[in-house]
């Protein structure tokens, strides 16, 4: 019997063992074949995660991120404990002990899921294999995956620290809101730093792994509540807290930014804009959007946020007053359902839904609830109901008129009716008194649709320190400054009579400004004036500061288009300016960003300057990948410099023309702010520029500079079309730049133009170019400096009339005008007028038309 039942227990031993081999051995061929050609676990070693690329001004202050995945990646010794605890707690309470895998946890999960008939199934993978999955396998369910998860998990043990795995997960794990890693999302959900978490805040990020999706702290905010009480539980049961500190923590209610319990992180951001959307542009295309959007970069930008606004404001301003000048209401041709204007909280629900411009400071979207017999009742976002409610006044509507359907204008507006029906969407502003800031009432405003650009930089860096792409970056993205190509017009010009200055003319050159025409392959071309007069022989400063189109034509031809053309490719307006007459007049078009980076070398004495958004980039490690100034400080290398000493610069920019060229051209240019097309300059410092103003006036430009600034503004249709006739670049763009240079001399003040050497002074006449005695005054004397080794013949002065004619001598009549007699200025500096004997409009001259 003994024997037997031995014998009994000894089968069943048997059998037992045996079953464990093979089980085992089941087992271990299941892991030996699933080891194979897995995924190297070592490259985690160099783990770099997608993150967040940041954008800052000049003062260091955060203006922009950009980011595919929002993340913010923290080193393992920078994570607090609180916040590790909270996450161990939540997901592998063993973490600490477990070799990559918890059999104690998969059993359970087993144990689970089959007493409950698979309806309950609970995942059991540590912190270790979700590293693995996430970074090495996919998320699909399944035995093989599982298989290898612990594979993978127990080969990273081995080569990798808890608290380096750890840092992994903590950094890579997604916890909703487009946000990657505990410090992306402890500033998306309590604008918080990780340190600065309270033991329920981090109880909350540890609970969003679960159901990241779901748990929604608005939506879902009862279940993400119970899920983070949970996790207090957990911490305190595993020693991290104490009973009081779960207790208190878990009466606490929910808060949250998505509450509105905290500011959001991002509102307390500049609204994104032209500048740093530019940026993005370029950096991505330098780059790769892959590096841009995931490589952690540090941008430091040359932005300087003072001028930046005002740029917008300057720019804004202008056109807002074009548009409200040809008084055509549009609004925003939008429109809030009847049913949802009875109740406040479905009107702003609707308002706020929309996608209207909310970047312009002062304005506010606001929708018509009532209209009465003269005023309009509206609802304002943001801004809180009263008794008496907000109106429009029948005042405030009555400069525009409404279009019909059939595209004509009707009568102008008397009451708020004329214009606006209930349920219309609309953008107002509050008026305030010009004194005292009081407020008068809510005006209507509308996006214009003429549009332009603005940009400024330094002439000696290349710094961008303002650029506005247009009225609105909200209401259109496209950057004007940078992205749109329009005819520059007379602002091209300057780049003609530089080409001039450096091939053997003067600023006193005489040049005839008589009709031309000219037959075509496309019909005779019969340029003209502006005026549509003509003026006689005239001096080369007369043809700029009064933008003579037919004197430009003519110097264009005398020497040479290719040479032109050479010039403004050298400059960087364009990369192939064809040969054609009427390029001479600005009729190819290029950029505002080309045109203002052309004029800083004017500016600077004819240097070679590159204009930059960007002063240097770092990557996720703090190493400088991009530096913008290549200059070599040759002293700053030194312990100490001597008393009264500054650094010594080594300038190695390439010179693009004669430093006495450019003075000459910049002292022209002051004419033309003088006394010229751009004399509505107004500042208090000495400013060179030149107005443009396109045919029919579809573009109107203005760039000018000091002595270390230049801006540029140009204003037009999108898709071009005529401004007006009372449209110029002196009257729509110099106010633009008048405000713009007002706050920016103001910072950086100007000084005179730096004269180079290399040349010498005579007085002048500049209305004949006539030389005058070193003692003459007046307001027809100018000062004007030659280069060494150019003496003028002044009693017979050569005028140049192109067209094959070369360098003419004639009388001297200069400046008098087609069939008007001689003007002059005396050597004591009178105006005296000499009358002509001949008619230049019918003397045979050569190229006289």
């Known amino acids: 019997m003994l024997r037997s039942l031995l014998s009994f227990f000894g089968s069943i031993f048997s059998w037992v063992v045996t079953a464990l081999f093979f089980a085992a051995l089941t087992v271990g061929g299941i892991f030996w074949v699933y080891s194979r050609d897995l995924p190297s676990h070592e490259a985690l070693a160099q783990y770099a995660p997608k993150t967040i690329s940041r954008i800052y001004s000049g003062e260091g202050r955060l203006i922009d991120e950009f980011a595919e995945e929002r993340r913010i990646f ?18 592998d309470k063993n973490f600490y002990s477990h070799p990559g895998y918890d059999i104690r946890g998969i059993l359970s999960a087993a144990y689970e899921a089959a007493a409950s008939g698979g309806s309950s199934v609970r995942g059991a993978s540590t912190i270790t294999q979700q590293v693995t999955k996430n970074f090495l396998l996919s998320s699909d369910r399944s035995i093989e995956r599982k298989v290898k998860e612990i594979i993978l998990a127990s080969r990273l043990e081995r080569s990798l620290t808890k608290d380096e795995i750890l840092e992994l997960y903590l950094n890579e794990i997604y916890l909703g809101q487009n946000s990657y890693g505990v410090a992306a999302a402890a500033q998306t959900y309590f604008n918080k730093s990780l340190a600065e978490l309270s033991p329920s805040e981090a109880a909350m990020l540890a609970a969003m792994p679960q159901a990241p999706g779901r748990y929604h702290p608005v939506e879902a905010k009862d279940r993400v509540t119970e899920r983070r009480n949970y996790v207090l539980r957990e911490m305190w049961q595993n020693g991290y807290i104490d009973e009081a500190t779960y207790e208190s923590e878990a009466k606490l209610p929910l808060r949250s930014v998505q509450n509105g319990d905290y500011p959001s992180f991002r509102g307390q951001l500049p609204p994104r804009d032209y500048f740093t959307d530019e940026i993005r542009r370029q950096l991505s295309r330098e780059f790769g959007q892959e590096e841009f959007f995931g ?15 005002t740029a917008a404001h300057a720019l804004q301003k202008a056109l807002e007053q074009y548009d409200r000048g040809l008084g055509v209401w549009r609004g925003t041709g939008q429109t809030i359902p009847a049913d949802k204007l009875t109740n406040e909280a479905a009107w702003r629900g609707a308002l706020w839904e929309l996608q209207l411009p909310r970047d312009i400071p002062d304005w506010s979207p606001a929708v018509v609830l009532e209209v009465g017999a003269s005023d309009a009742r509206i609802g304002i976002e943001g801004i809180e109901e009263d008794s008496d409610g907000h109106w429009i006044p029948a005042a405030d509507v009555q400069w525009a008129r409404k279009r019909n359907a059939d595209g004509s204008l009707g009568r102008r507006a008397q009451v708020a009716g004329d214009l606006v029906e209930v349920g219309d969407v609309v953008l107002v502003r509050p008026m305030t008194s010009d004194g005292d800031g009081k407020f008068i009432r809510w005006t209507l405003r509308q996006v214009p649709q003429v549009q332009g650009g603005f940009m400024a930089m330094d002439v000696n860096t290349g710094r961008v320190l303002a650029m506005q792409g247009g009225f609105s970056y909200e209401s259109s993205v496209f950057n004007r400054a940078t992205q749109a190509m329009r005819q520059p017009g007379s602002s091209f010009k300057p780049f003609v009579y530089a080409a001039a200055l450096d091939n053997n003319y003067t600023p006193a050159t005489i040049v005839v400004d008589e009709p031309i025409r000219i037959n075509t392959p496309y019909g005779l071309w019969e340029p003209k004036n502006s005026s549509g007069r003509h003026y006689g022989p005239s001096p080369l400063r007369t043809g700029i500061e009064q933008s003579r189109n037919l004197m430009t034509i003519r110097i264009a031809d005398d020497i040479g288009m290719e040479t032109v053309a050479d010039y403004a490719e050298r400059f960087g307006v364009y990369d192939d300016l064809k040969p054609f007459l009427a390029n001479a007049l600005g009729a190819q078009e290029t950029t505002l960003f080309r045109m203002v ?9 004819g240097e070679r300057v590159a204009p930059t958004l960007v002063d240097r980039v770092q990557d996720r490690r703090g190493r400088t990948i991009y530096r913008h100034d290549q200059r070599v400080c040759e002293t700053c290398g030194m312990q100490a410099l001597p008393a009264g000493a500054g650094p010594v610069i080594d300038n190695n920019r390439e010179r693009v023309m004669d430093a006495v060229t450019a003075y000459q051209l910049t002292s022209m240019m002051e004419g033309v702010v003088k006394r010229g097309s751009g004399k509505g300059v107004n500042l208090p410092v000495p400013i060179a520029g030149k107005t443009g103003t396109t045919n029919d006036a579809k573009d109107v430009w203005f760039i000018g500079y000091s002595s270390n600034i230049v801006a540029g503004c140009y204003l037009g249709y999108d898709q071009p079309r005529s401004l007006g006739q009372h449209a110029y670049g002196g009257t729509l763009c110099v106010p633009v730049f008048n405000e713009f240079m007002r706050q920016a001399v103001s910072r950086f003040g100007g000084t005179d133009f730096a004269v180079p050497p290399g040349g010498y002074w005579v007085k002048i006449d500049r209305i004949t170019g006539q030389r005058l005695s070193d003692d003459a005054s007046g307001d027809n004397v100018i000062a004007e400096y030659f280069r060494d080794g150019t003496d003028p013949d002044w009693m017979s002065p050569l005028i140049v009339s192109g067209f094959g004619d070369g360098e003419v001598v004639l009388p001297w009549n200069a400046g008098g005008g087609a069939g008007g007699g001689t003007a002059v200025t005396t050597s004591t500096g009178e105006r005296k007028v000499i009358p002509s004997r001949t008619d230049f409009g019918t003397m045979s001259s050569g190229g006289l038309y």
């Open 597 to 605: 980076a052309a004029y800083a070398m004017f500016a600077n004495g």
């Open 295 to 309: 490589g952690g970069l540090t941008i430091r930008a040359t932005v300087d946020p003072g001028l930046q606004s």
């Open 74 to 91: 923290v080193p393992t010794e920078e994570i607090p404990e609180l916040v590790k605890e909270a996450f161990v707690s939540a997901e």
